[in-house]
């Protein structure tokens, strides 16, 4: 099938201060009214609905090491676009852990100023 679309699937990941961008081309081997079926250079095939694309996804299951990672599948001229929307979308990330780590340091300040008595806890 020879088509004029380009799937690609962009891949930004942060691992402590290491930061990395993959762009790798998927092949196009289905086009229906809803999905695209594509397949990378060696790997399964993957399904992609066409309201899907263009949509960056948490690859990150658990924040673990410092392992960030979200993806996006998109046209050609949607990579610069969806690599920018990615880093926003993992600093948005960071900076709600951040700020849900400040309020843990905040409880334990607290425990430090007014400790309980283990005597107390039933």
């Known amino acids: 099938m020879n088509s004029p679309i380009k799937i690609f699937k962009v891949t930004v990941q942060l691992e402590k201060d290491t930061y990395g961008l993959e762009v790798n081309h998927w092949r196009l ?41 979200c993806s996006a599948f998109c046209n050609e001229d949607r990579i610069d676009d969806m690599h920018t929307e990615m880093l926003h979308t993992l600093q948005v990330k960071i900076k709600a852990y951040m700020a849900e780590l400040h309020l843990n340091q905040q409880a334990i300040e607290l425990q430090f100023k007014s400790p309980r008595s283990l005597r107390n806890w039933k």
Request: charged share 35%.
């Open 29 to 69: 081997l289905v086009e229906t009214n809803r999905y695209y079926e594509i397949k990378p250079e060696s790997g399964p095939v993957k399904r992609i609905y066409k309201e899907k694309l263009n949509t960056v996804v948490d690859d990150t299951k658990s924040y673990t090491d410092g392992y960030l990672a």
